[in-house]
């Protein structure tokens, strides 16, 4: 009997472990890096016409954020097309989140963040911070355009339930120098690039893989090289996703890729 208890104790032991094993084995990880190939840009300042007691006399162009000490460029959207021939999974990491409050501040006559990423099983918040009104004017390809009045130091919610492929821009009316972009997918691959202009997608499905690449100055990153990979005519980003973490290094920008539609 202690032989066969031995016996089944192991079974049991081991079982969880061999399952966990092969998990891991069907996700992998992406990152990579997007680098500004030139002299640091001229950052321009917009003058604040409205409102300035409370919110200053200028405010930075965000249209292009390069890291003044590695280069790095921030906002750079990175996100996974859907699969045409089956349905994608999702790894149990991304549940918790699913129907989250995903929050857009307003704060110093500035969206936060620059680019938002929306799932469509979650709700936008639009948190208004500042001591004055502002509004959030946004239209979707696939979802009902809005335009909210958010009174000073309040929020207000939005419901996005449907796809959109290209990311939107959000304006407010009242003060015409504040702008940001809201990405709403199925899925949760995306990612953005942060203030070192690094991107990084978690716990991916592993096999051949199709993203998207996109920035606001640019739209979709045609013909740009990320280490091995390149992107296609139309931003598209191949790369085969193995088990664990994939490198992609890094893509290397042009001034004159930002400067086509100044």
């Not at 501040?105 to 990423?117: D, H, K, Q, T, Y």
């Not at 979707?140 to 335009?147: G, L």
């Not at 990320?226 to 290397?252: C, F, S, W």
Request: aromatic share 8%; hydrophobic share 40%.
């Amino acid at each position: 009997m202690n032989r066969l208890l031995l016996i089944a104790l192991c079974v049991v032991g081991f079982a969880p472990r061999t399952a966990m094993a092969d998990d891991d084995g069907e996700w992998g990880n992406v990152r990579g890096r997007f680098v500004y190939d030139g002299p640091l840009p001229e950052v321009k300042v917009f003058p604040i016409t409205k409102d300035r007691a409370a919110l200053g006399d200028e405010i930075a162009d965000e249209s292009l954020v390069v890291n003044e000490e590695n280069k790095g460029v921030a906002n750079v959207i990175v996100y996974l097309m859907p699969d045409a021939e089956a349905e994608l999974p999702v790894h149990p990491s991304y549940d918790d989140a699913a129907k989250a409050k995903v929050e857009l501040a307003i704060e110093g006559s500035r969206f936060a963040p620059r680019v938002l990423l929306l799932r469509t099983s979650q709700t936008l918040a639009m948190r208004n911070k500042d001591m004055v009104a502002h509004a959030v004017r946004a239209p979707f390809q696939n979802n009902p355009d809005f335009t909210l009045l958010i009174p000073r130091v309040s929020l207000k919610e939005r419901n996005l339930t449907k796809e959109d492929s290209l990311p939107s821009i959000a304006t407010c009316p009242i003060h015409p120098w504040e702008r940001g972009y809201i990405v709403v997918r199925a899925n949760p691959y995306m990612a953005v690039s942060d203030e070192n202009g690094e991107f990084a997608i978690k716990n991916l499905p592993v096999g051949e893989r199709v993203f998207r690449v996109w920035h606001e100055r640019v739209g979709w990153l045609k013909d740009v090289q990320i280490g091995m990979h390149k992107a296609d005519a139309k931003g598209r980003l191949t790369v085969t996703v193995e088990p664990g973490d994939n490198d992609l290094q890094y893509a290397e920008l042009p001034p004159e890729l930002f400067e086509k539609d100044e």
